[in-house]
């Protein structure tokens, strides 16, 4: 019995609450929002806009840390993107830089006027091999270009050395710095002709054969003579006189030339298509 009791309780109340709502919907809809609920609504509102606003100060700590996340990882994509455009346009500067550059160095090796007779064939250095014993480097071109032992190598600046060895696709050639080259070079002042050895590493070239009479300028320019069983044309620019004396009872002057060419910064040259005459 104390079961339907409470069965009956429990209906009666739920009747009750469905009658009240709809009593309250019916009173709100003809006060027009402005009645006694509207007044409960409000009261409402302002009892729990503390709980509300705590509530908001609970949350927005958190929502900012997720919003602040978001937005870190945004700004980082930015840079790294930022970061990309500017290598990008670096490279790009960097590489229109160099074009300009290399475009005038063939410009000037163009008009080699010191040899304006013979032809040319450009070529590239791609390896470097200095040392105490041999100081080369390695050319891009080679017999499919029509390049032969002996040719001469030089720049717009002057002579840089002869073509020692030669492949289908490269050719090496003999630095005219390195200690085993010897040429005949003639000085452009006196008109008198020496023997100019490489020395190495070493910058300074000793130019011999020079007579103790002779007036060596300093700065005095050094070419080809074209004279030595004609492994060189005449004329090619090889240096300058950097010093000249003649030491106590020495038969010929001390002189020693500075070379036009850097070897150093060698990029692009010109391969003079010649033929040495063979020596007797």
Request: proline fraction near 4%; hydrophobic fraction near 40%; charge should be negative.
């Given at each position: 019995m104390a079961v339907y009791r409470r069965s009956g309780r429990h209906r009666f109340v739920l009747v009750l609450l469905v009658l009240t709502s709809i009593t309250a919907i019916t009173l709100d809809f003809r006060d027009g929002g402005e009645g006694a609920l509207e007044t409960l609504r409000t009261g409402g509102r302002e009892a729990f806009a503390p709980i509300q606003g705590a509530a908001e100060g609970l949350f927005s700590p958190v929502g900012n840390?997720?919003?602040?996340?978001?937005?870190?990882?945004?700004?980082?994509?930015?840079?790294?993107?930022?970061?990309?455009?500017?290598?990008?346009?670096?490279?790009?500067?960097?590489?229109?830089?160099?074009?300009?550059?290399?475009?005038?160095?063939?410009?000037?090796?163009?008009?080699?006027?010191?040899?304006p007779d013979l032809r040319d064939i450009p070529a590239r250095v791609v390896a470097n091999a200095p040392s105490n014993f041999q100081r080369t480097v390695t050319l891009d071109r080679g017999s499919k270009a029509d390049v032969a032992v002996g040719m001469p190598v030089?720049?717009?600046?002057?002579l840089v050395g002869r073509v020692v060895d030669v492949s289908e696709q490269r050719s090496t050639v003999l630095l005219v710095t390195d200690p085993s080259s010897r040429i005949g070079v003639r000085l452009v002042?006196?008109?008198?002709?020496?023997?100019?050895?490489?020395?190495?590493?070493?910058?300074?070239?000793?130019?011999?054969?020079?007579?103790?009479?002779?007036?060596?300028?300093?700065?005095?320019?050094?070419?080809?003579?074209?004279?030595?069983?004609?492994?060189?044309?005449?004329q090619?620019?090889?240096?300058?006189?950097?010093?000249?004396?003649?030491?106590?009872?020495?038969?010929?002057?001390?002189?020693?030339?500075?070379?036009?060419?850097?070897?150093?910064?060698?990029?692009l040259v010109r391969i003079l298509v010649w033929t040495p005459t063979p020596a007797p």
């Open positions: 840390f997720f919003g602040g996340v978001f937005r870190y990882r945004q700004v980082q994509d930015d840079n790294a993107r930022l970061r990309a455009e500017v290598d990008q346009a670096r490279q790009e500067s960097v590489r229109a830089v160099d074009a300009e550059r290399e475009r005038e160095l063939l410009t000037r090796l163009a008009n080699l006027d010191f040899v030089v720049t717009n600046a002057g002042g006196s008109r008198d002709i020496g023997a100019l050895t490489g020395a190495g590493p070493r910058d300074l070239m000793p130019l011999d054969l020079i007579n103790i009479d002779t007036t060596v300028s300093e700065g005095e320019a050094v070419v080809s003579s074209g004279l030595d069983q004609g492994i060189l044309p005449a090619i620019p090889v240096g300058k006189v950097r010093s000249a004396r003649v030491p106590e009872g020495a038969l010929a002057q001390e002189v020693l030339i500075e070379p036009f060419v850097d070897f150093r910064r060698l990029e």
